[in-house]
């Protein structure tokens, strides 16, 4: 084992970058902990801008032979790298476990096989993707989707993997070649991918990851004049920074950001099946994205709601994420529980009440923060309009239709909303009506890699997903064909 390897849960994870397909070092590292027992994982390479143009460069002098394979050979590569997805799969649990505290149930049934269904779907989707050639006065007009070139691609902590899949096999199908820069929280699942990939035969320089700080080297990658694509997953404050500093090259980017998701329950819902999609919300200790940390409710069924909610609630078990009893686990770093707290206390200072939960859970200690629900919540309130990002729900009333959707769309979010309703008409109205880029009728989380996935107003800039993540990672062309012997230019 060498001085740049570091043995997770059995499993050795190199902790350097990988960049032209070789390890790379950086004079300086940063500490890897865990949520778990916020022991050291490893002493992480922390690159700069040295290793940010290192990479760059790579990706930019692998890209004209990657994006001169053929849509199928590329297939090959991306289900070659699903494949050693599927044979690693319970280490890259493991260790996903171990950086950032999710279930390792949720790791091993759930995500890991997703990361392997991003890659394969991407691939087969691009193998299908055409545009029917159509005519302008006898030419042909044809649709290609080329590879637009070197993609940096920026995620977040709270599923590590399954994001940076989401974004890198699109990006790969595409031609493109990818510096995938993981979160500083939980970099490890990146150099295993970076281990698969090599082993699967990807050329070097196709797919290269950089390790550190945002501001050390994100900042240079994503403002970096020769990158053609920049996709981020993470907050608004670092989308403005990213946004701004992308725009300056007028480099096309993605955005996914926050949100602030309503779960609308109506009083001719399913009280059941409502509660069990609020409870839902406390998946992951909240750090989700799409969860939705609203709870709008009916005045009429407000009490029966709430009384159901608590009886759910309380039946969940908080606990080490590697024990198939728990149910919910640690949140990521000291740091985050501090930021949630500072939200659930300045809540109840302002006069919410804590129906369950509101603090940390003392008796586990650690990064355990208590599934928490609060009533008594101004709708212009700080934990209304703003993301916490931990298990924290908050429950408001309404008395009308018009009044649940009024507060629905009254923040400056629009990544999701669910709702809860026996009525299938009230549905449709009330679906069309909310600002979202995902709504979810009497279910939650069901995703689908072929729908459009991304937020609106600060939720997000544009969509990915089937065809939308290939207009985004591809330089769309249109070439027109004048028939044999037509000259039509007079
Ligand atoms: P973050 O914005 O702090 O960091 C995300 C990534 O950006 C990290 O890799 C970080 O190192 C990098 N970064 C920071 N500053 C940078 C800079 N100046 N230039 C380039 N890169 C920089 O977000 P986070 O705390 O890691 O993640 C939580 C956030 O992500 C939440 O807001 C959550 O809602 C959001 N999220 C959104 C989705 C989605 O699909 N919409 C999914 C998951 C998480």
Redesign the pocket.
Known sequence: MSAHTTTVAGVDVDTRHWIGGRRVASAETFTDISPIDQGVLGEIARGGATEAEAAVAAATEAFPAWAATSRAERARFLHAIADGVDRRREELAIVETNDNGALLRSHRRGVMPRVAHNLRFFADWLLELEHAPFDTRGHTNHVSWDPAGPCVL??????PLM?ATWKVAPALAAGNTVVL?????SPLTASLLADIAAEAGLPPGVLNVVQG???EV??P??AHPDVRRVS????????R??AA?ASANLTPHSL????KSPLLVFADADLDLAADLAVEQYDNAG????AATRLLVEESVAEEFTRRFVEKASSLTQGDPRDEATSVGPNVHPRQVERIDGFVKRALAAGARAVVGGGPNTDLGGLHYRPTLLTDVAQDSEIVQE?V?GPVLTLQTFATEDEAVALANDTRFG?AATLATGDAARADRVAARLVAGTVWVNCFFVRDLRAP???SRQ??LGREGGTWSFDFYCDLKNTVTAPKGWNDHG
């Not at 981020?232 to 670092?238: A, C, I, K, M, R």
């Open positions: 920026i995620t977040p902590w709270n599923a994001l820069k993981p979160a500083e929280w700080y945002g501001a994100g900042a990658l994503v981020f997953t993470g907050s608004v404050p670092t989308a920074t990213i500093a996914e950001l926050g949100g750090q989700v994205c799409l993301e990002f990544l996935f991304g937020g939720s997000g």
